[in-house]
């Protein structure tokens, strides 16, 4: 792989498919359809050897890219992955051909343009995971925002132009502060050092005192918790989930949610240590009542989309809990259960999609009985909800049990509050399920209901596959971002004892001068 700039060639790969769409007529829907699969699946191809040929015995950011773009103001084209981006990056390349697919009989109006908006998103997404540079993240951060405003409001339900720019207006708000954190800390370390610069490795050499990093923590926090989104951030998504099409619904779960919570490992956390040390408090509280306040709201919806929607609020609440337990365990599960919640949940989407293509209703109410009727699909969907409450053997119960034992680890009152997600999450997954697939029949237009075909099928094995796959064999997965993660600790750790040092030295001096 030296010398070969496959970070780059992923990323921007979709933008080739952009181009050979604006070639194709409008009107032959299939064709477009099958090119924009084409160009997603040969993506998904080209980003394994990344996977592959990535060294798990190096902590630092492989496949490094830096060229110069705007050398006056310190500005580089610069790439790069670690084992925190690795698999992430690999999750955004195999999902968009999915989405592709989930979406040919949906998806019939401007449909070359939903396509471009796919693919250009997916350039966004990728490249948001690999910049090492601030300000070109947040090239990529902001052009993420457009394409996906489009897939809202355009393509979405009855309420779409309310839940777009509902989305539009919290995801700028936070990103307006994050950009304002972003010149402060590039002209705050620039006057210090004297070199300007948004090279990340750089910044994380020069962290500024605590007096600055809250500030400009608490600025990048906000933005990256909105995206997550944590409570009491959060009402724009169920909003967005439920008027978004399914592949909107699919990406926002899969990827677009997870751009918070690596941010704040990658950014947040990493740039200011103190500040993050002092918040530990304040964002544990914050994810337990995100936990705990998703997974009973969601318990009460009666629209089934809208459910799965809020139980993302209660499971990147778990994800958040890992990663401020601040120990290898609660790190590592939380990364592993980020990639476990874009799998099951994006999988909940497209069979609720199905389902809604098939009677035009996501009312819980207006099914039950269905596991006759369809049976092929009730076999998905039971796997499907298996692995998103987290059963032994599926993907979810590794990264939840390590995220608890990260918290146990850290403060047991913390893995208590947390582990109740467990069981409200079996509770209002189960009983979805319950009323959804088993029962009488009521509604004569059940019974009419035609089973999966091919095509949705052949959409939902690759993602089962991996339901067992990261169930069975969590190691190969974990042991990527082993030494990336206790490099991040190691640094973290320094930069706090560090500080704590230094705070009993001014205090000894000032008791010495009394």
Known sequence: MQGIP?????????????????????ENERVLKGVAFVIALIDFIISLPVLFYFNENTP????????????????????????????????????????????????????????????????????????????????????????????????????RIYAAIKFVLYTLFGSVLMLVAILVLYFYVGSKTGDYTFNLLKLYENIPPYEVQIWLFAAFALSFAIKVPMFPLHTWLPDAHVEAPTAGSVILAGVLLKMGTYGFIRFAMGLFPNATQASIPFFVALSIIGIIYGALVAMMQPDVKKLVAYSSVSHLGAVMLGLFSLNREGIEGGIYQMLNHGLSTGALFIMIGMLYERRHTRLIADFGGLTKQI????????????????????????????????????????????????????????????????GPIVHEENKKIKDLNLREIMTMVPIVIMFFVMGLYPNYFLRKMHLSVNEFLNRYNKHVTMSIENKNIVNEQVKGGK
């Open 375 to 438: 049976p092929v699909f009730a076999a998905f969907f039971m796997v499907v909800t298996l692995s998103s409450i987290g059963l032994p053997g599926l993907n979810g119960f590794i990264g939840e049990f390590l995220i608890f034992a990260g918290a146990f680890k850290a403060n047991t009152l913390w893995a208590v509050l947390g582990v109740t997600s467990v069981i409200l999450s079996a509770a209002y997954m189960l009983w979805m399920f319950q009323r959804v697939m088993y």
């Open 6 to 26: 496959i970070i780059s060639i992923v990323t921007f790969f979709p933008l080739l498919g952009v181009l050979i769409l604006f070639m194709i007529n409008k």
């Open 60 to 159: 630092g950011f492989q496949f490094t890219e830096m060229y110069v773009w705007i050398e006056r103001l310190g500005i580089s084209y610069f790439v790069g992955i670690d084992g925190i981006s690795l698999l992430l990056f690999v999750l955004t390349t195999f999902l968009v051909p999915i989405c592709i697919l989930c979406s040919w009989t949906y998806i019939h109006k401007n449909v070359r343009e939903f396509l471009i908006c796919m693919l250009v998103l997916e350039t966004g997404m990728l490249g948001a995971f690999v910049a090492l540079d601030l300000f070109l993240f947040y090239v990529f951060w902001e052009l993420m925002l457009i394409p996906m405003y489009f897939i809202i409001g355009v393509w979405g339900g009855q309420r």
